[in-house]
């Protein structure tokens, strides 16, 4: 995707944005504050997410976002950890060029890798000294 098809993109979901504050400006009168504040929410909510679905598309290759997408039917809650991991690099100026499919592949074989030692089990049997080597009970056996 190019800038000119995403800025359309961006201009189509604002109009819908609009739209539908436009509507349920009727219903918010009624209903007071509590509606405006929803409504400004979810307004925040779409427009962060449409603001991360654009940095996503310019910092991902086709076949890396495809990908992606394909872990998100999967995995949802690894790929947004994936997504918000892109977004950290890229605000912090770590990727300066399209992140390829391979290199999405190293991502995440580093997230699992992370992942894994986090949720590391170590099991210690801790055995208790109690003291039954005594040779004297042995005998009262045979007593």
Do not use: C, W, Y
């Not at 400004?40 to 910092?59: F, G, I, K, P, T």
């Not at 495809?66 to 949802?76: G, N, P, W």
């Not at 690894?78 to 997504?83: C, D, I, M």
């Amino acid at each position: 995707m190019d800038d000119s098809e995403l800025q359309a993109i961006r201009q189509a979901r604002m109009a819908e944005l609009q739209k539908q504050q436009g509507g349920a400006s009727g219903g918010a009168q009624a209903g007071g504050s509590a509606g405006n504040a929803s409504n400004d929410q979810q307004q925040r909510a779409a427009q962060e997410e449409d603001m991360r679905a654009s940095m996503l598309a310019q910092v991902l290759s086709p076949e890396a976002r495809e990908r992606l997408s394909r872990i998100r039917i999967v995995r949802a809650e690894r790929a947004r950890s994936v997504e918000d991991l892109l977004i950290r690099l890229v605000r912090s100026g770590q990727i300066q060029k399209k992140v390829s499919e391979q290199e999405l592949i190293s991502l995440l074989e580093q997230l699992s890798q992370q992942e894994s030692k986090a949720n590391k089990t170590k099991i210690v049997f801790e055995r208790r000294n109690t003291n039954l080597d005594n040779d004297d009970d042995d005998d009262d056996f045979f007593d």
